[in-house]
């Protein structure tokens, strides 16, 4: 398979970006981003667009691949609706649609939210523009579209997230709140490795829904690694 990665340099996408380079499925990954992200791999090629509304020029360059992993997003944290929108909503179908003009058979994989608001009339910002983006998403006319809704994420293999704040989180939360959480509550938390890894088993397989939990995400990285 050929993957295409939106947000290589975040938490999530770091994870999705190494199972990729592993996995032997998976044959040639394009990163596409705002800035270089300095990582050398013989399967690894990189397309830098300052502004990932517009791809007038380099759309040819998005053909020919199976899959886009969209693991690019930010914190709606002290931001307004339409400022929130813009870079969630607009950013997300800019790029869909730029890649279901060159690649029309291929699988697109968004990294949503748990919370999020399918109807997109709740009273929670954030979760209603991403209701709003994934249901637009399912209907584009891709061969599959699949929400991953993680709830808790734990790094792995040394990948740290780019915000400050997380940071501090995780790093505090890594020895006591992520074990507590996963002995009581498994189907809760999931991994980048995890994520990376049933990302590509639903890249090559599908999945049986379109919105998938923690424990969805679990059992399609488990899969994943019985036929790696």
Not at 39 to 67: C, F, I, M, N, W
Not at 122 to 132: F, I, L, N, P, Q
Not at 157 to 176: E, Q, V
Request: net charge positive; charged share 20%.
């Amino acid at each position: 398979m050929k993957i295409i990665i939106y947000g290589a340099t975040g938490m999530v996408g770091q994870g999705v970006l190494r199972e990729c380079l592993l996995d032997p499925r998976v044959d040639g990954v394009l990163s596409v981003a705002r800035r270089p992200g300095g990582q050398q791999h013989p399967k690894l090629k990189e397309l830098v667009r300052p502004d990932l509304t517009d791809y007038s020029g380099v759309e040819d360059q998005l053909a020919g691949y199976d899959a886009c992993f969209f693991t690019l997003g930010v914190s709606s944290a002290g931001m307004s609706e339409p400022d929130y929108t813009k870079v969630t909503y607009d950013l997300t179908m800019a790029a869909a649609k730029a890649i279901a003009r060159a690649s029309p058979n291929l699988t697109f994989i968004y990294v949503s939210g748990q919370g999020t608001d399918s109807s997109e009339k709740g009273g929670s910002m954030w979760a209603r523009v991403k209701g709003k983006t994934e249901n637009d998403l399912i209907k584009m006319p891709f061969k599959g579209a699949y929400m991953f809704r993680p709830g808790a994420i734990q790094a792995l293999h040394g990948i740290k997230s780019r915000t400050p704040a997380y940071r501090a989180f995780y790093a505090l939360a890594g020895w006591w709140l992520i074990p507590l959480v996963r002995f009581f509550a498994p189907n809760a938390i999931t991994t980048t490795e995890a994520i990376g890894k049933a990302m590509i088993a639903i890249a090559q397989d599908g999945a049986p829904k379109k919105l998938l939990d923690p424990k969805d995400i679990n059992a399609a990285a488990a899969g994943s690694a019985g036929r790696g």
